[in-house]
């Protein structure tokens, strides 16, 4: 059974800095891409963060390099700091996987998601 579980949302202020991270069972962790997408209300899930198995980054256009995404190998673990925080970052992030394997390309995987909120 597939799990992706998300932690480390939670309230901060504009101008702060939150780490999530997402913890995957289930899967053959080194042969899936990872990434973070997000929600917020009303609007389209998006693109945040990618980073394939061989640790190489893509970041959604205005992420600007205020946040950094990274993964261990070894504990099945991503990550993603995020820094100078603005109100407009609030939303729910989801940890996604992605297989890139001929037997696995098929496979989606995502998380419950985590609330992050940015406010004063």
């Known amino acids: 059974q597939v799990q992706l579980v998300e932690s480390g949302g939670g309230l901060a202020q504009p101008g702060g800095s939150l780490r999530l991270s997402c913890r995957a069972s289930?899967?053959?962790?080194?042969?899936?891409?990872m990434g973070w997408y997000r929600q917020a209300p009303g609007k389209q899930r998006e693109m945040v963060a990618v980073?394939?198995?061989?640790?190489?980054?893509n970041y959604g256009g205005f992420v600007k390099a205020r946040f950094t995404i990274s993964r261990d190998n070894r504990t099945n673990m991503m990550y993603l700091q995020m820094n100078t925080l603005q109100s407009d970052d609030t939303a729910v992030y989801y940890c996604q996987s992605r297989g890139v394997a001929a037997t696995t390309f098929r496979n989606v995987y995502w998380g419950q998601g985590t609330q992050v909120t940015v406010s004063s």
């Open positions: 980073i394939t198995p061989g640790n190489v980054p």
């Open positions: 289930g899967i053959d962790f080194s042969q899936y891409a």
